[in-house]
């Protein structure tokens, strides 16, 4: 077994530079937010950093999880000296592009791998890799992504007002309001014929190895999302459980691809 967080799997000089290299090097995206709702360590691409540490998490865990050499290999190529994934990004040749790391040759070192960079399979370090680790995936088939758009949608306020997080997410001049139970639930109703009409307006997320799908949720302006309603597929309905500030939405619909409906693609730059 190895581990599947990125940090405490090798050193990595130089975090923020070598993200801001990934960025110039893979095809044009929106990596930042315009108007950053919350402060984060790494103001230029926070949503590149949660994609790439959500990849390897995902790699090495399909990894571990795999019964035989060969079909581990397929999500991270690992042997004495070096080892790789693939980050689901590709270049301005599209060509793929891997995460590298060399064994660690600092004797005082905890850890066994140097993090060397993100290159293509051209690279020098690449030359003794076979087989190239393949793309991260997602059978949306397997996970029930098809969103059906006839399809009630059930909402647990009770669970949502009382959770301190879940309240935090609501627009604080809101917050307070007597009849915020009804208005959820209208706004979450709103979305639903919203997306009975137009579904493009959902969009998944990968949630604990299950899809989930997230709704823009209108309580102020009609014609402007909120926040973001998680909801889980039932058996014949979908239930709402959880708010998520947009900034929120973003960053999990990233893992799975990018997102493109309009009330996610505004908050990004």
């Not at 990125?6 to 923020?16: E, R, S, V």
């Not at 088939?141 to 009630?152: D, E, L, V």
């Not at 997320?205 to 989930?212: E, F, G, M, N, P």
């Amino acid at each position: 077994m190895i581990t599947e967080d990125l940090f405490d799997f090798a050193y990595i000089p130089d975090w923020y530079e070598q993200l801001e290299i990934l960025k110039k090097t893979a095809l044009p995206e929106a990596w930042s937010f315009k108007k950053p709702q919350y402060t984060y360590k790494n103001e230029k691409t926070p949503i590149l950093e949660r994609y790439i540490q959500h990849v390897f998490h995902r790699q090495t865990s399909k990894y571990n999880l795999a019964k035989e050499k060969r079909q581990a290999e397929k999500y991270l190529f690992i042997n004495t000296e070096l080892a790789c994934f693939h980050t689901g990004l590709y270049n301005q040749r599209y060509k793929a592009i891997y995460g590298v790391f060399s064994q660690n040759r600092k004797p005082e070192s905890t850890f066994r791998w140097f993090f060397q960079g993100f290159v293509d399979e051209m690279s020098p370090y690449m030359m003794q890799v076979e087989p190239l680790p393949l793309k991260p995936t997602y059978d949306m088939a397997q996970y029930g992504a098809q969103y059906n758009q006839g399809w009630k949608i059930r909402v647990n306020v009770e669970h949502i007002l009382s959770d301190k997080e879940n309240l935090e997410r609501i627009p604080p001049k809101i917050r307070k309001v007597k009849n915020l139970p009804l208005l959820l639930e209208m706004g979450v109703e709103y979305a639903r014929r919203k997306a009975s009409v137009d579904y493009t307006i959902v969009v998944p997320q990968l949630y604990r190895d299950r899809v989930q799908f997230l709704l823009p949720i209108c309580l102020t302006n009609m014609e402007k999302a909120d926040l973001a309603m998680a909801i889980s597929t039932m058996d014949g309905y979908y239930l709402g459980h959880t708010c998520l500030t947009l900034e929120m939405a973003y960053l999990n619909a990233r893992m799975l691809g990018k997102p493109a409906a309009p009330w996610l693609t505004s908050l990004v730059k």
